[in-house]
């Protein structure tokens, strides 16, 4: 039996309401708590910790804004 979590917060870039299951969403640390980040926040990051440094793109996991249908 599998089983999928679903959470409603905010991001902590833009302070937009999402769903997202919490164990897969992106995050940052704030004050030593994992804040979940949206899919724009999560591109504006990369872009600017990753990809503008030459590292490749943290990838996005396949479940982290909704179940992946098999």
Do not use: D
């Not at 302070?15 to 919490?22: D, E, L, R, V």
Request: glycine fraction near 6%.
């Amino acid at each position: 039996m599998s089983g999928y979590m679903i959470v409603h917060g905010s991001c902590v870039g833009c302070n937009a309401f999402i769903a997202f299951n919490p164990e897969w969403v992106p995050s940052i640390r704030v004050n030593n708590k994992r804040e979940p980040l949206c899919r724009a926040c999560h591109s504006k990051w990369n872009e600017i910790h990753r990809t503008s440094k030459g590292l490749k793109p943290v990838a996005l996991h396949p479940q982290a804004y909704k179940p992946e249908v098999t």
